[in-house]
């Protein structure tokens, strides 16, 4: 008896569910009408106003058994998805989003090609300190067929009374060493005011950890036509790093590629922790190319290559990782730089594993 | 023109919205009455199966503006509300929850009444160490008009190879100090197997923040009649942490307190992150007291009296903090113990701040 | 036996710590007199070299039962407190310290003491949308007998399409109400080339969470004679955010406040989980005002009237919250910000606390 | 001058410290003859009160220039080396360390190596619901050459209401599929009294998330001589998870095995956040096998193949993922789990990546 009742009020559930959708359906086609005729008045913003009538009427006459948070709720909703159909076609409007644009990018500096699916190892001392220092490194960098290296000169430190980096000298060591040995240099910025300037010295302009959502310094580097390395701020959600990007691409530069640098965790075995899945994340929503920083993700040398394998294993275009010359007297970042030997051996190991192929073929040209 | 036919569309959203609020009002109905059915065939399990036939159907008949996936988002909502209005009878069965019962619960124990709107403060060791080690604590309780005392039987602890506690014989001195000083006295138990012979020497039993989601120490608990303060679990959210008193309640005991102990984060200033807007959240939330552990929240002297004070002002009834004769050689927790001439100018200043009245009124009957 | 042969041992052990700190003692001496001397040489700078030379020197050496990490280990943290003999001095230069400057910092803007003991409530909508929306909230500050307006011009937002702000109009509209109204208004500014305008419109300039590791923004406005409000930053740690004040008077400008506005953690149930002890912290640490921000920290108007009073309680130096003429139609944070007569509501039942005693007799001269 | 000046003060500093290095292995042989005085007496438990007499005997000889607070530090420093030495003697004793035993402990079950080098996969429903539903998951299992099946019992639920497993009839029926399909089973065990049981039932007992630190169910299972998995809590520090498998092997049972399953991090694109280097960071540090739950960690079915590479070739002894012949209506991880043929391409793409080699070779004899 009760399962033929049962099967009685499934039917009108089922009916009522195709009128619903019926109604959903002929009320989203006029919010897109109306979203044009909006567009035509040049006046395309949310409304909460309006909102707030709509469900002010509804809560008027509604008549139960839902209550009125209840109800609040459900058009809430409703008037969300409508909204996002609307905001779906700015969406597909998000540039650096895989709807947008569906192939990768591949960014191309010097002949290297940042992103076209063979991984890439960007190696460099933490900060620059001397015209040797970075010879002594790109020496080696040649010796084994690597193509990318990286710098500091503006170093952000939390106290104001740590050393600060070598400022524009440290840029003009990266270009004498970026021409003399065919390298393509990567080194960060800190200021809009200090752009002009970099592009001359150097290939590749990073944003840090604590710039992500510095706007104006996006802005600024969006107004550029320079290749930008943006790292994932220190607890930036995905989402937000996603946005950061979007601040660049908004304003024209179009080469831009993000760099997995660990977030802040309560574990404090690692520096950071390493966000591994992050990287499908980003290479699913974007068409950007995406790297990981294992030296200050982990900041421990005894971690470096097995979550350098990780972060290639995982899909990322490539990894990013500290070498100096005599780690134990640089300047800053003493105890999480490789140093050349132990560095060509994670090379070497990196290579036997089978998931980096090392650069000679792609670059050598 | 483009102001008028806004309007006109903007009438005709008007009335779809009152007609989709009809057919689901009417759509709820039927889901309720669907429920009652079930319930005489003692199936009242939620449906998986028949929920993706609707959508199926749904989606088949989806002639868009709205994709499919909106459609089937749409729906799980709407399905979702519909279910919460029959859980809404059981979440006014959320036992532990304002809508099931809006005055405050109270815990009586030897007179103290714990959640009178009137802080009380609960203090002692953290670990019981010797019957005279708790006595100097208990007869300076009694000197300043404090009636509870806590102190460590079974010290749950990160290392096999640390102090576990005296365990039954620290809950025999417990209960001849309790006796002998007319104290309510608090003490963690870790494991099912205890709880029986606890009741007989202490009279709260406290579940620790590991044990917060050890779900069969917290059903036995609930199926004893003794009180119990429940403390949040290390990264416990609110909502778990409601939950978990549930649990208690749910086999019928409802005498539960609640305890913040502050939460794992990043910061390495404190012990932990005292969340202190988890107080009046589970005020507004539950009917239970809730009280603030200063000493495991913070981890360090100097901040017990400032957050003490907080913890009251923000609505909390009442504060826990560790005292000890002598902190420097205590098994346990030697850093954030306060001996008791400092625990005692922490009560003259959590006095004199005007927050805490002290308790001989309300309990010296 | 083993007693008798106990005491003996430990009577050796007494003998060797005498010594040893003796030496250690000594060895300090010479490490400040050598740093002296360095000095002279303009070379003060920490030398890796030279202590990687002790310390093989000194593993050259070892004969155990230590073995060489532990050695190396322990050494370093012989060498690490000489050092910071030498930063000490330094230390007492760290400029934000209380080592360095004992009495509290009071601000006075407009003669509003800002600090001075007495705590102060700092009010306004989150962005700056027009003239009228600031007045509605000024005259309701005037009946109120506040004195400090806050309001958003230049608004960081996680999206580039969303709403940035007013910008110059936003500052021009403070600069008016304030003139108007006899208000301190404070703003956010979010570039360094913004500040020199700003200083022309606002009293006080806010640095925001997302830039409070934008040292070139911090330098600069170091380098203004201009009132500053420094919030920490989402995942700041508690030293992190010392330093950055510290960037800001390492320029020269003293006339700065602190605000904790809740730190990013897993919890959902609040925007961020509202970090209450780093304000006694920060009084302790630092002799600068703090603040502190219900608002951004609860993201729930449920919850702004007992963080406030645990916020004053606790020992802040005033509170942050946002208020709205219409919170449903705001431009950005709608859902948090309290719309007048709920801010009055609040603004009653402070004062009922007895915490926060209104501002009249402090700022009515 | 002054560098001559320096030359000198330099090699008095290093005669001094070679003073100091041998003074300090002169006391730290005098403590290890203590330790064993000690220990004849069988008090060999850590005495604070001797320590604070030794810190105000040096403290009260304290000349300068270090501080008393510096010397209490430093001294503090030297107490602990000196007591490490004896802990090294204990943590050698650590069972779980490398250092207690170099090479790596292999479980073998039913012929099933755990450990040996060649990565396994562990799969399975979230929750047994029917001998149907495990059978058609354990019929692919054979198909594709795997051997080892988990599913869930017992499920700890955040609700008292939500689905709690099937209890000892979900234990019969991994029993059943076991035998029938020569499988290795694994199920999580929640409380000690189930214990017993579960050794008839099934190969593997889990301990889960939640019950990390439940220190009596630990101990209950490591009185046992079964296998066990060992499950990181959700914000246990790997100090904390190690400890957590101490307690197990404390008493007797070697048969333990770790899994990384995410930690609770701010960041919501996923149900977790999986800390990769944890792998690599337990492999150094202990002997056990090491296994990453990708289901769990990430909570998205799309993430699991790239994580799981990622978990391979970081070096973990397996993976472990959820598979049910219709997730859309599980009872438990609807959305996380995968059906049989998205299962089988996981596989091949696992195969395909050449970190995985499939386990015919090592498991079929």
Known sequence: MAHDQIETIRKQIDQLNLQILDLLNQRASLVQELGKEKEKLGSNRFDPERERQMLNQLVEHNKGPFNDTTVRHLFKQIFQVSLDLQNDEKKKVLLVSRKKKAEDTVVTVKGVEFGNGSPLLIAGPCSVESYEQVKAVAENHVKRGLRVLRGGAYKPRTSPYDFQGLGEEGLQILKRIGDEFNLVTISEIVTPGDLELATQYIDVIQIGARNMQNFELLKA????????????????????????????????????????????????????TLDISAVPLLKQE?????????????????????????????????????????PDVALSDAKQQLNIPDFNTFLDELIASGLYKGEAVTTRR
Not at 244 to 265: P, S
Not at 292 to 321: E, F, N, Q
């Open 221 to 272: 580097v969006g107004r550029l036509n320079h290749p930008v390395l943006l790292k994932r701020g220190l607890s930036a959600t995905i989402e937000e790093f996603i946005y950061a990007a979007e601040y660049i691409l908004a304003e024209g530069n179009t080469q831009v590629m993000l760099c997995e640098r660990g977030i802040r965790t309560y574990e404090k075995a690692t520096r950071n």
């Open 286 to 326: 974007t068409h950007l190319p995406v790297f990981v920083d294992v030296t200050h993700s982990t900041g421990r040398r005894d971690l470096l290559l097995p979550t350098a394998k990780a972060g290639i294993a995982v899909g990322s275009d490539g990894v990013m990782v500290e070498v100096h010359p005599d």
